[in-house]
């Protein structure tokens, strides 16, 4: 079993910046693919960005690359998000995921394990 908790979020300006923190505990972190997803009232859990369990390879999807970066320290236990240049369409409860298979994967029906999520809101 793995236990996550996000933190940093917040309310910021569009344009501006925030770091999410992905803290693990339980079994061992570093063999997990983590991911963080996104999910507004109505609207499916949708895909934003992941880290290989070794943290060779990272995956953003389209709408925030460039803008996003995704990062783990196995050490702490830690995965970040960190997110600049916001925007309003950046509203969201942000949620990070762990997952133990081989295959590196962005659907989140393919995560065992979530956190409580973290809302971010971003004003206009």
């Known amino acids: 079993q793995v236990q996550l908790v996000e933190s940093g979020g917040g309310l910021v300006q569009s344009g501006g910046s925030l770091r999410l923190s992905c803290t693990a505990s339980g079994r061992t972190f570093s063999s997990y693919t983590v991911g963080w997803f996104r999910q507004t009232l109505g609207k499916e859990r949708e895909f934003v960005a992941l880290i290989s369990w070794r943290g060779g390879s990272t995956y953003y999807a389209d709408s925030v690359k460039g803008r996003f970066t995704i990062s783990r320290d196995n050490a702490k236990n830690t995965v970040y998000l960190e997110m600049n240049n916001l925007k309003p369409e950046d509203t969201a409860v942000y949620y990070c995921?762990?997952?133990?298979?081989?295959?590196?994967?962005?659907?989140?029906?393919?995560?065992?394990?979530w956190g409580q999520g973290t809302q971010v809101t971003v004003s206009s």
């Open positions: 995921a762990a997952d133990d298979g081989i295959v590196v994967r962005s659907t989140p029906i393919a995560y065992d394990y």
